[in-house]
């Protein structure tokens, strides 16, 4: 008990809510509020008997899924492509992301540092299907389009995460260095980058399991992978055969979010 009330007498009284936060807050409510009320959202059609019983019917459509030997095998055809897209294209991105996050933390100077955050917004601000639709007509239709365009805004995202990264680093160790005659390559090397490594392997992973799912959608527009083969199917209302990919697709996520957990366990321990 007396620890207790010891512990009470150490804490520090609670910092007070300042009043540009209690306005931010009530800014927030209101944009909310603002949208709902200005978009003629119609909750009620759902729930209708013939909105149910179309939905029903569609759902109908999907079973059961198809299983053949054949088609299965075209399945895992499509999945290794779709888990090859995104591996090389995170792979890319993380190596351009490193290489360009550098100068963007503000270790070249100022202009630097505006410059390649001013790329980085621009290549991270334009979704995967609008860079795959553009380099679809300079790649042609299959997968290299689409691995284009998901290191392209993975680059960009990776790139600013990346930088933030580098310039949060606690500068100790490599100032350190830098005193004792070392390189600032080497400072970098030896101290920012070994301090950063968990951080940049975690938003890569974290990444990756983005583009995953974003390779399973570019398929849609030509890229390659289980999202053409879904397009496919349901452009010819083949919806069983579109359930095995549609199954496919999640099983993959499935995987690659598990794996994913288990390496980062791995770089905690």
């Not at 100032?175 to 070994?194: C, D, E, K, M, Q």
Request: hydrophobic share 55%; glycine share 8%; proline share 6%.
């Amino acid at each position: 008990m007396k620890s207790e009330l010891k512990a009470e007498r150490i804490l520090p009284p609670a910092p007070r809510m300042h009043w540009s936060s209690v306005l931010l807050l009530i800014g927030l409510v209101a944009l909310v509020v603002a949208s709902f009320a200005t978009l003629p959202l119609k909750w009620h059609d759902f729930f209708t008997a013939t909105a149910i019983q179309s939905t029903r019917e569609f759902l109908h459509g999907f079973m059961p899924p198809e299983l053949r030997p054949v088609f299965l095998h075209k399945i895992a055809i499509a999945t290794f492509e779709t888990f090859a897209m995104s591996a090389i294209g995170t792979l890319i991105a993380a190596v351009l992301g490193v290489l360009l996050g550098l100068p963007a933390s503000g270790r070249f100077g100022l202009t630097a540092r505006l410059a390649t955050r001013g790329v980085l917004n621009v290549l991270r601000s334009i979704p995967e299907l609008v860079w795959a639709s553009v380099l679809l007509i300079a790649a042609g239709l299959g997968p290299f389009a689409g691995t284009l365009a998901l290191a392209l805004h993975t680059f960009g995202v990776l790139g600013r995460l990346f930088a933030d990264a580098f310039e949060n680093c606690p500068p100790q160790a490599a100032s350190t260095l830098r005193i004792n005659g070392a390189h600032p390559v080497a400072a970098f090397f030896y101290a920012t980058l070994p301090q950063s490594s968990p951080q940049l392997m975690s938003y890569t992973l974290y990444r990756w399991e983005n583009n995953i799912r974003a390779a399973a959608i570019l398929g849609v527009v030509g890229a390659g992978g289980l999202g053409q083969m879904l397009k496919y199917h349901l452009s010819l209302f083949q919806m069983q055969q579109a359930a095995s990919v549609i199954i496919a697709m999640i099983l993959m996520v499935g995987v690659v979010d598990g794996l994913s957990y288990l390496l980062r366990r791995m770089m905690t321990r």
